[in-house]
C-alpha cells in the first residue's frame, strides 16, 4: 500500500522554496482546484522557471510518498505526477516531449529517491481512454508502461492518507478474546484476574512507549468481551464492573 509522506516533501533540496498544496498548482493552471484534500508537494514548473538559462519541461509536481505496513511508513519517495485537465482526447500526446519531462524532473531531483511509476491525471472522461493509449504502447515501450493514467478519484484510490486509515494493531485481539473466555471458564475469577492484570501491565507499557492507539485498540476489545461474558454471580458481576472502569481508562478520547 502507498501513503502520501509529506515528511519526505519537506526534506527535499527544493523544499525551502517549491512546497506548494496541490490544489494552489490545479487553480494556477485550471483555475479550478481539483484535489478534495489538501496535498503537499514540490513545484517543479516553478522551481524550472526560477532557473536562468533555457528551461527545459519538467512534471508538473513531486509528492512525497511511501510503502506503510503495520502503521509504519518505509522507503520514502518522490512520485512524478503531470497534472493534465485540459485534455479532452488523446491526439495531441506528445509522447517524446512526456519523455524530456519525466527525464528532466529526474535529473532535477536526483539524487534523492525516485519512484519508479509516474502519474499523469485527467479528467474522467480522458483517464480511461488515455489508459488504453499507454497500454497499447507499453508493450513496445518499456517507459510508456512505468506511466500511469488516471483521474483524480483513481490517483486518491492508489495513494492513501496514512491519518484515514483504520489502526492496525501489533496483537491478535480476537486471539485475546478467546483467552479471556477460556480462562473465565476454565478457573472463574481467580484465573481471569492473572490475565487481566497482565494485559494492564501491557498497556501501561504501550502507553510509556507513547503507543496510545494499541493500549486503546486492546482496552476497547477487553471492555467488549467482559461485557458479553454470561455471568450470573453478583459478586462476579461486581467485579467485573469495577474491572470494566480500570480498563477504560486506558481509551482515547
Known amino acids: 500500500m502507498l501513503v502520501y509522506c509529506p515528511e519526505f516533501t519537506n526534506q527535499s533540496k527544493l523544499a525551502p522554496d517549491y512546497v506548494m498544496d496541490i490544489n494552489e498548482i490545479s487553480f494556477r493552471d485550471y483555475k479550478r482546484a481539483y484535489f478534495p484534500e489538501a496535498l503537499l508537494c514540490l513545484d517543479l514548473d516553478a522551481y524550472e522557471a526560477s532557473c536562468s538559462g533555457n528551461n527545459d519541461a519538467t512534471m508538473d509536481v513531486a509528492t512525497g510518498i511511501s510503502d506503510y505496513e503495520n502503521n509504519h511508513k518505509a522507503s520514502p519517495r518522490h512520485l512524478l505526477v503531470e497534472l493534465r485537465f485540459g485534455y479532452r482526447s488523446t491526439q495531441n500526446f506528445d509522447l517524446n516531449n512526456m519523455k524530456?519531462?519525466?527525464?528532466?524532473?529526474?535529473?532535477?531531483?536526483?539524487?534523492?529517491?525516485i519512484h519508479e511509476r509516474v502519474a499523469f491525471i485527467y479528467t474522467p472522461e480522458v483517464a480511461p481512454r488515455a489508459r488504453n493509449f499507454f497500454s497499447r504502447l507499453a508493450k513496445a515501450d518499456h517507459e510508456v508502461g512505468t506511466w500511469d493514467a488516471m483521474d483524480v478519484e483513481g490517483f486518491r484510490n492508489n495513494v492513501y492518507d496514512a491519518t484515514q486509515l483504520p489502526y492496525q494493531p501489533e496483537n491478535d485481539l480476537e486471539a485475546i478474546v478467546d483467552a479471556i473466555n477460556k480462562k473465565y471458564i476454565e478457573g472463574g475469577l481467580e484465573t481471569l484476574d492473572i490475565l487481566l492484570k497482565y494485559w494492564i501491565d501491557q498497556m501501561h507499557q504501550y502507553n510509556l512507549k507513547y503507543k496510545h492507539a494499541?493500549?486503546?485498540?486492546?482496552?476497547?476489545?477487553?471492555?467488549?468481551?467482559?461485557?458479553?461474558?454470561?455471568?450470573?454471580?453478583s459478586f462476579e458481576k461486581e467485579y467485573i464492573v469495577l474491572r470494566i472502569d480500570d480498563i477504560k481508562s486506558f481509551i482515547q478520547g
Open 100 to 113: 524530456r519531462k519525466v527525464a528532466h524532473s529526474k535529473s532535477i531531483l536526483s539524487p534523492e529517491r
Open 214 to 233: 494499541e493500549s486503546d485498540a486492546i482496552a476497547r476489545k477487553i471492555v467488549d468481551a467482559l461485557q458479553t461474558l454470561d455471568i450470573k454471580d
